[in-house]
């Protein structure tokens, strides 16, 4: 089954900390994993395609196909960083989402 | 148009009344998709449309779901004899048919069930 787990629904840090929200995925072959954001008051949207391996708001997130990761990672983290994420993968023609990470950076 | 824009952003109705969502997809966007989103949960999805093709509705919850799209343009999503456990967000989203940049997501409609 294609699946895509989140494991913590809040995680809090100290603005400057580092962060990494966790997200595992269950798929059968290459697998095309996105990263969105939803900020507060805000419309979900793109936060990064692992297939372009970009760097967005100082967000990075590497492919893991051994441990069939895509943690979404940030050295020094900010409090306009504070909002949901949900890690998504293409399955059956559409976006399979994880339940989601409330990140809370606190000042 | 601009972005995907869904209508109303905001419904309270009764127990047992039905309910109609209204979307329109970003224009030149041939996939069109609607989700639903829980309190405290995460994005669910019910139902999506690829051009021309038959819809996938397999996740529908239940046969008081339906959605309906015009060619490649406006849809709607209509919830009959709505119930207290439809309270959630729909949101929609449309892309193009390649799926290689995801998703442009509406706002949402918020939908209350009293």
């Known amino acids: 089954a294609q699946r895509v787990t989140q494991p913590e629904k809040l995680l809090s840090v100290f603005k400057g900390a580092p962060v990494e929200l966790k997200c595992n995925y269950s798929?059968?072959?290459?697998?095309?994993l996105f990263w969105y954001v939803q900020y507060s008051r805000q419309r979900l949207q793109l936060l990064l395609r692992h297939i372009s391996r970009e760097s967005i708001k100082g967000f990075t997130a590497d492919l893991n196909k051994g441990e069939t990761s895509f943690h979404l990672k940030k050295p020094f983290a900010q409090e306009e960083d504070s909002a949901m994420y949900y890690c998504?993968?293409?399955?059956?023609?559409?976006?399979?989402f994880g339940q989601g990470t409330e990140l809370s950076v606190k000042p | 148009g601009a972005g995907v824009s869904q209508s109303p952003s905001n419904k309270v109705t009764e127990k047992g009344k039905d309910v109609e969502l209204r979307c329109d997809p970003i224009s030149g966007h041939t996939a069109l998709y609607w989700y639903r989103q829980r309190l405290g949960q995460g994005l669910e999805f019910l139902i999506y449309f690829q051009g021309n093709s038959a819809p996938d509705k397999s996740g529908l919850p239940s046969d008081r779901f339906s959605a309906e799209r015009t060619g490649e343009s406006v849809s709607t999503l209509t919830i009959q004899r709505t119930q207290q456990e439809d309270s959630a967000v729909y949101l929609c989203?449309?892309?193009?048919?390649?799926?290689?940049?995801?998703?442009?997501f509406g706002s949402g409609t918020r939908l209350t069930v009293v």
């Open positions: 998504a993968l293409i399955g059956g023609g559409k976006l399979i």
């Open positions: 798929y059968s072959g290459s697998p095309e």
């Open positions: 989203a449309s892309s193009p048919k390649t799926l290689n940049y995801g998703y442009t």
